[in-house]
């Protein structure tokens, strides 16, 4: 089973938009998905609310909730807890359930809030690779070092796991002249940690979120669509 | 001594990009401002970080650090000990400290991280007001409602601190129509709690952020500054 966690403890970068369109992605092309949400936000379970199916097939664990073919969700722990911040994980019973999904599920794919607290690290231990999505901004950049060095520590403590798979730039105006710029910054800076694709903005990516459906349902023909496409593509074979 | 502090758990919403802007916008309208960076990101310190005058007068105390006539910083603790999560935050000595400053510092803004654990309650325990900017977007109005009862809860365990002045819209791109949309359901759901000042998308802001200038010096006449200069009179007079 590959797992991947989407981390980055800037806020509002595109964590939950990569997790639910990697994970609709590898489903299309035919994986079977577990997409996890591991943020007590829960926006990654209220943004596939419009899709889930009381007539699709159970999945192979009860807490799991299916979305669509070969897509199942594993609903946020958080809900009424988060209010007062009580929301606790508990990492060894995470790691006994993703274990027993094995052979069941092809792709794992994990969504995290913004931050490196208990559920940020419960994300990384869970996981192999780790995809780092970055606005091509200012404060994107400022974090990212912190965000790399988390990863190294990450490493060490959790060997196997938390391997960075790349850096993935989102949101990207072309208007912007600063995003142009922070894009050759990043791949002079990132050398071979930058993925390929880069995700546009695509207003098509807010007004799917509000349906409650992946993008690839909602408008599959948008520059959104397109683009987390290309991601899938680019991840699907290493 | 008028205390705001922005607060939302959503990641990305504009916190920081308003408290620099109010605080600077309060200095120019002739107070004396206090800019307290509470996310150990520390974002608010480096993006006005091309502001920072050596010969500017030093603070009524040390830790301040001049930015701009009339406008301290009082920097993020966060730095080093954030990788690990160990930046603690020692709220009875920074309300001391707060406390000091009556009848020196005029306003005291004050930035968050995005969530409500010991560095977000920390700010709200400092402030007689709150500040809540939202995206208008789907994941932003999901986590509204858990917003506003968490600001509810802050009003009974901290008697007189954590008054909701209003809910910001940010990041409006009037080419979306989800955005009209959600304007039209913010102001039909939240009545009175709405401000008036909406504040557009304009990548003047983001620029400006990337020279570590507010963009009242970076870009005066662009729509974003014209937006937070609304938003400053908006607010200064109560
Ligand atoms: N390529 C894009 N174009 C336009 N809007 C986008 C794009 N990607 C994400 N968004 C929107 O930007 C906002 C932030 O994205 P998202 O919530 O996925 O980020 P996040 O990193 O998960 O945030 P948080 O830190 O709160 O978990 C959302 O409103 C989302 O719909
Ligand atoms: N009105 C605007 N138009 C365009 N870009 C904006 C606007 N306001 C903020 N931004 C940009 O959006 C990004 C997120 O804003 P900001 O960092 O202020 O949000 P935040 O809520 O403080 O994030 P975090 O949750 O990580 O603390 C930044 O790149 C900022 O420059
Ligand atoms: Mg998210
Ligand atoms: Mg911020």
């Known amino acids: 089973m590959r797992s991947i966690v989407l981390a980055n403890q800037k806020g509002g970068v595109g964590k939950t938009t ?8 590898f489903a299309l092309a035919g994986r079977r998905v577990l997409l996890m949400d591991l943020d007590p936000q829960g926006n990654a379970s209220v943004a596939v609310q419009g899709m889930l199916s009381e007539d699709a097939p159970k999945g192979p664990h009860e807490w799991m909730v299916p979305v669509a073919e070969r897509l199942w ?5 958080g809900g009424e807890a988060v ?7 508990d990492t060894g019973r995470l790691q006994a359930f993703v274990a027993g999904l ?7 794919i994990v969504d995290c809030p913004p931050r490196m607290d208990e559920w940020g690290w419960a994300g990384i231990q869970l996981c192999e690779e780790v995809i780092v999505p970055v606005q091509a901004e200012f404060f994107s950049m400022h974090g990212l070092s912190q965000m790399m060095s988390s990863l190294e520590q990450a490493a060490k403590r959790y060997p196997g796991k938390g391997k960075l798979r790349g850096v993935l730039p989102t ?18 800076n990132l050398k071979g ?10 207003s098509c990516l807010v007004e799917a979120a509000s349906h409650g459906q992946s993008v690839f349902v909602h408008s599959p023909w948008s520059k959104g669509a397109l683009c987390y496409t290309e991601l899938v593509q680019e991840i699907i074979d290493g």
């Open 83 to 89: 209010q007062s911040g009580e929301a606790t994980i």
């Open 102 to 108: 094995e052979g069941e599920i092809d792709v794992l």
């Open 73 to 77: 969700l594993l609903p946020s722990a």
């Open 171 to 188: 949101m990207v105006d072309t208007n912007e002249a600063v995003a142009k710029e922070i894009l050759e910054d990043l791949s002079h």
């Open 18 to 25: 990569t997790a639910i369109h990697l994970a609709h992605g």
């Open 193 to 202: 940690l930058l993925l390929n694709t880069v995700i546009f903005r695509d």
